[in-house]
């Protein structure tokens, strides 16, 4: 920019050192010509510099894809995944109450260096999902903490609005995040790419993050599993890698995202609705044949089941997911359990906070406490079986 602003300064001196020159010249009309071709020229240079470029966006840099599926500093199971390509990123959820803001600001924070979080996606109303968004006199929640670029979340709850209740106090930081400059948008909105929503968002050169259709998006379901049905689903694509968020989506939802959508096979899968028997059904994984399978749950907790195998993940949900890979992570372990008044002291790391790392070519997963996968882990084999027909 310095040397482009000593161009147009030297220019200005020849344009003037022209203009002396014109008089004593004996060819004025060749020096006139001369001289309002160098002043279009720094005319041209400056509206180049000073109007056009200022208008134009910061390109969005290009590197490698990273996705880490987050503990949640409580003893309860919930969602917070962030995907990062260079400077952009996705946090997709923010569960599982109010107080995991105290653990995921600062993990968030060491990755989202910006401070600015491109896109955030809320996938449904339950508070495992949006509890950590808004903030408390005494906690600053996400929204807070960060910058929003656009907001995409659910077109439907069944959940009633009031200003006390978890999805309320959701409403009303995101209204408030949006007034301070973010935008927000349904799924549907996405999906129909109405009121400038987009289908799909470009990450960097090669790498998309894609809204997907589900009917549920505008179809009430009447099933006690309704809510997590209105799940936002989401892929990022990275050349011929895709990575799959589904939220909580249960066996009626993922049925309607494989019927709508021409589904790839994924490298990763983000394991439906914690792991439990409801959900990654085969008609969803037979479609998607996952490599990679991330876990966001506390294995074996009592905070959803009343016996051992009905616990996250469940055997019925392991049977399905191991036909297809044995490459399954999870996050945290519940401890203490007790089957019988089906309480539990607390969680330790499983594999900790998971970091999948991709360029497009090599793929690493990675867990900060260890990177063992769920079937060599001592709680599988204390408490679970592998089947004869998996991986
Ligand atoms: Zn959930």
Redesign the pocket.
């Known amino acids: 920019m310095a040397q482009k602003k000593n161009n147009y300064t030297q220019e200005k001196r020849a344009a003037k050192k022209a203009a002396k020159a014109i008089k004593k010249s004996k060819h004025p009309i060749l020096i006139t010509i001369a001289i309002i071709l160098v002043i279009a020229i720094a005319v041209g240079l400056y509206w180049y510099f000073f109007v056009y470029k200022k208008k134009q966006p910061d390109p969005i840099q290009t590197g490698d894809l990273s996705i880490t599926f987050f503990e949640l500093g409580n003893k309860y199971?919930?969602?917070c995944t962030l995907i990062k390509v260079g400077n952009t990123e996705v946090l997709i959820?923010a569960?599982?109450k109010q107080n995991s803001a105290d653990t995921l600001v600062p993990e968030i924070k060491k990755l989202c260096t910006d401070g600015k979080l491109e896109y955030v996606i809320a996938?449904?109303a339950?508070e495992?999902?949006i509890g950590a968004f808004y903030s408390t006199s005494s906690r600053p929640g996400i929204f807070e903490s960060f910058e929003c670029g656009t907001i995409i979340d659910f077109p439907l709850t069944r959940k009633e609005y009031s200003a006390s209740s978890v999805y309320g106090r959701y409403v009303d930081s995101r209204k408030a995040e949006v007034e301070a400059g973010a935008v927000h948008y349904t799924a549907l909105q996405c999906w129909n790419e109405t009121d400038g929503a987009k289908r799909s968002y470009q990450l960097s050169d090669d790498i998309t993050l894609n809204i997907l259709y589900q009917k549920y998006y505008e179809e009430y379901d009447s099933s006690k599993s309704a809510e997590?049905n209105y799940s936002v689903c989401a892929m990022v694509t990275q050349g011929t890698y895709n990575y799959l968020f589904t939220?909580?989506l249960e066996k009626e939802g993922e049925e309607s995202l494989v019927e709508k959508n021409s589904l790839p096979h994924c490298k990763l899968f983000k394991g439906g609705?914690?792991g439990s028997s409801t959900s990654s059904t085969d008609k969803l994984l037979s479609v998607i044949q996952p490599e990679t399978i991330c876990i966001?749950t506390c294995a074996g907790t009592p905070e959803y089941a009343k016996t051992n195998p009905a616990a996250f993940p469940t055997q019925e949900c392991i049977n399905r997911m191991a036909v297809y890979t044995d490459q399954i992570f999870v996050t945290s372990l519940a401890t203490g359990v007790d089957w019988e008044t089906c309480k539990w002291d607390g969680i330790v790391s499983m594999n900790g906070i998971i970091t999948v790392v991709s360029d497009g070519v090599k793929f690493s997963v990675t867990g900060s406490n260890n990177s063992t996968i769920l079937k060599e882990t001592e709680w599988f084999k204390e408490n679970r079986t592998w089947p004869s027909n998996g991986k």
């Open positions: 199971v919930g969602d959820d569960g599982s996938t449904h339950h495992d999902h997590n939220g909580d609705h914690h966001c």
